[in-house]
Structures are given as structure tokens and as C-alpha cells.
């Protein structure tokens, strides 16, 4: 399958195990709420794969990485988006070509501030869906995202 002319790579309905993790009250309103409860989701769902969990929210001159993992020999950076409806489009329909420009730069930041090679990381996309009361529907993990070759 393919959004936005991007392969698929993970593709992930909630497990009676997610779905007791991730229901969440109707209470959380707000869509940093909302965008949190998306990024819990994608934590658990990476650290099950195993990626390893390096720095979360990390914040840049450039603006902010949701996930620093690492996986295999790779660096990979994350761009969470968490969707309650997709009557505004889907969720990486949202990572316009000025959002994915910061993206790259807030990576290729974090790759110089940490000395790490610029030759081994990719920059994947998770996208969240909660049903009207938050609980977790589907997760879809996107692999190489943005590339500087793209911009």
C-alpha cells in the first residue's frame, strides 16, 4: 500500500495487548493531549521492534524530533502524527515540503551535536489513528520519509 507515493513498511491494527495500553478516557481533549498519547503509542510500538529509544522530544534550533532511535547501525528519527479523523487529510499529508526541511535540519543538528556519522540514518514516519473516544484504531510506519536528496 501507498500514501502519498510512499511504501508502507509497518502496518499495525491494535492487539487485544495495545488496546488494553492505549484506551484511553475521553478526557484528553486537546491536541498536544492527543499528540502525546500518539507518541506513547509509537514508543511502545518501536521499542517492540526493537529500536532502541535515544532521546525523545528533542528540541533544536530548527524546532523539535519527536523519537531518536537507534536501530541496527542506524540512527533513525521519527515524525509522529496522530490523527483523531482524516477530514483534514491524512496524517503525512501534513509534513509539507517547509515541515520536512526542518526535519532534516533538526536531524542533521542532532547528528553533528552528537558526533555521529552522517552516512548511517533515515527519517521515518509513524502515523496514529484514534477513533472518536482516543482509543488507538491503526499504526503506520513509513520508512525513509524525507531524504536530503527530496528537498
Do not use: W
Request: positive net charge.
Amino acid at each position: 500500500m501507498k500514501i502519498n507515493g510512499l511504501k508502507i513498511h509497518r502496518f499495525l491494527k491494535p492487539s487485544n495487548y495495545l488496546n488494553h495500553i492505549f484506551n484511553t478516557p475521553t478526557s484528553i481533549n486537546s491536541l498536544n493531549q492527543i499528540g502525546k498519547l500518539g507518541e506513547k503509542i509509537a514508543e511502545t510500538f518501536l521499542i517492540l521492534n526493537g529500536y532502541k529509544i535515544l532521546n525523545k522530544n528533542f528540541r533544536t534550533p530548527f524546532g523539535e524530533i519527536d523519537i531518536v532511535t537507534q536501530h541496527a547501525n542506524f540512527i533513525v528519527f521519527f515524525e509522529i502524527k496522530t490523527r483523531t479523523s482524516e477530514k483534514f487529510g491524512n496524517a503525512f499529508s501534513s509534513i509539507t515540503t517547509t515541515k520536512q526541511k526542518h526535519i532534516l535540519n533538526n536531524c542533521l543538528f542532532y547528528l553533528k551535536q552528537h558526533k555521529l556519522s552522517m552516512d548511517y540514518y533515515r527519517i521515518d514516519g509513524i502515523a496514529i489513528k484514534l477513533d472518536s473516544q482516543k482509543n488507538f484504531q491503526i499504526l503506520k510506519h513509513l520508512k525513509n520519509i524525507i531524504t536530503s536528496s527530496m528537498l
